[in-house]
């Protein structure tokens, strides 16, 4: 085979893998269209954790919906979040806390067999409002990609904005979990979670 020839071979390669990847991509936003079609109401809470104020917001908001499971993703204290919504009288049975998350990507990813195993394909996802940005963008790869809609709601707080540098990093790596299924979670030094 002539140089050129394996050039043109190499190029080819590359525009078939890219657009291999491209049309996977592509496949989100028509699972999400699915998602939405089959389930137009959400049919559970996702609280990702980390502040208090979340947990709040949402066990006011579970009270006007009582079928709906809540979901709690790694919470600061597991026993303020636990009276926190029996407070409200939530009980203990509706509440699902999940400890294995470590940052926001895995947040997600620990959590997404959970939701499809209960053919969940809606969710509020709960955040604070300077850390929704980055949940939405990481939300809609991970659970985009495994056919689950979202309806987000801002937890009003008093901090910046997040930097785009953080959600980019986590677009990455919530690709990569696609993909690989991992999210890298052991490189995540590179910018610090809040």
């Given at each position: 085979m002539k140089w050129y020839d394996r050039r043109k071979l190499k190029k080819y390669w590359f525009l078939a893998i890219t657009g291999f990847i491209f049309s996977l991509l592509l496949i989100i936003p028509?699972?999400?269209?699915?998602?939405?079609?089959?389930?137009?109401?959400?049919?559970?809470?996702?609280?990702?954790?980390?502040?208090?104020a979340r947990e709040k917001s949402a066990a006011e908001l579970a009270r006007w919906y009582p079928s709906l499971d809540i979901w709690v993703s790694s919470p600061p204290n597991l026993k303020?979040?636990?009276?926190?919504?029996?407070?409200?009288?939530?009980p203990d049975t509706q509440v699902n806390i999940d400890m294995r998350a470590i940052d926001t990507v895995t947040n997600f990813t620990s959590l997404v067999a959970d939701f499809k195993q209960r053919q969940i394909q809606h969710l509020y996802l709960i955040t604070s409002d300077f850390h929704m940005p980055r949940a939405k963008a990481i939300a809609i790869i991970v659970l985009g990609s495994q056919g689950i809609a979202f309806t987000p709601i801002s937890v009003p707080s008093k901090h910046p904005e997040e930097s785009t540098i953080r959600i980019v990093r986590d677009v990455v790596r919530s690709l990569v979990w696609v993909?690989?299924?991992?999210?890298?979670?052991?490189?995540?030094t590179i910018i610090d979670e809040p």
């Open positions: 028509v699972r999400l269209a699915i998602a939405i079609n089959q389930a137009p109401q959400p049919q559970a809470f996702f609280i990702l954790g980390g502040e208090p303020q979040t636990r009276k926190t919504f029996q407070a409200v009288n939530i993909f690989t299924g991992r999210t890298g979670a052991s490189f995540k």
